[in-house]
């Protein structure tokens, strides 16, 4: 499969961008680098790629094996390098799982099953990046 | 520098990430993948990050180097891989030019400085993929 997607300047430092969903987004740096933040920053859209690509894939699990789960969340942090091209060396990627009914060994296999088998973002950051991954279980 | 994100589970296949800008952003799958199209599919967005994060320094030089360009965008066809997980592993890269007055030798140099010396997240596509980039001067 191939995906195509098409970036459009829109003067100063804004772009338009589109993407296979049919929703366009706006990227823009922000004012001290000479933007006027009307859009993302590019880099950390890499960042959201990576934790919806993970979590597409927990969500599906956790409905195909009917997991108990209130809510969850992926909290990512990651380092850039110091001098240009400035790229994510470590990233630390974190589950929170939120229930008062959580299966902590299926979940850990729905984190499992992405982080191993599923998710090509994650496959990809692992060429450039040490990434660490865990899982936090909270009762709520 | 670090950069930190947060990306919520809102249901179903729908997901709200946080970005550095401030301005939230909204991930969901297609129907066809069980979701409801309400936001961006996340894989293609590590393809938004790609051509923001070059235009972010084509825009840049071009300022700086007070070149004539009406308007430019950029276009990436991105393969992926059959078998999961699924990642890019051919990536195209076109900047396009369009203007009356554009200085082939000068708009070279922009994209040439982006993809040698300062576009991050190119540096970290060419660990996974085989990427391409060419450039296009358009007259109008």
Not at 10 to 17: A, I, P, R, T, Y
Not at 47 to 61: H, K, Q, R, T
Not at 81 to 99: A, N, R
Request: contains cysteine.
């Amino acid at each position: 499969m191939t995906n195509k997607i098409t970036t459009t300047w829109l003067g100063n430092m804004k772009f338009e961008s589109t993407n296979p969903s049919g929703q366009n987004l706006f990227i823009d740096a922000g004012e001290e680098n000479g933007g006027n933040n009307e859009g993302y920053r590019p880099k950390a859209l890499m960042l959201s790629g990576l934790a919806g690509c993970a979590g597409l894939d927990v969500a599906s699990l956790i409905k195909k094996m009917k997991l108990d789960v209130n809510s969850f969340k992926i909290e990512i942090e990651a380092d850039l390098t110091e001098e240009h091209p400035k790229y994510y060396d470590k990233v630390s990627m974190d589950f929170h799982f939120y229930g008062d009914n959580l299966d902590e060994k299926k979940l850990q296999k729905t984190v499992d099953l992405s982080a191993e088998k599923y998710c090509g973002v994650l496959e990809m950051f692992r060429q450039f990046a040490e990434v660490s991954i865990n899982s936090f279980l909270h009762k709520k």
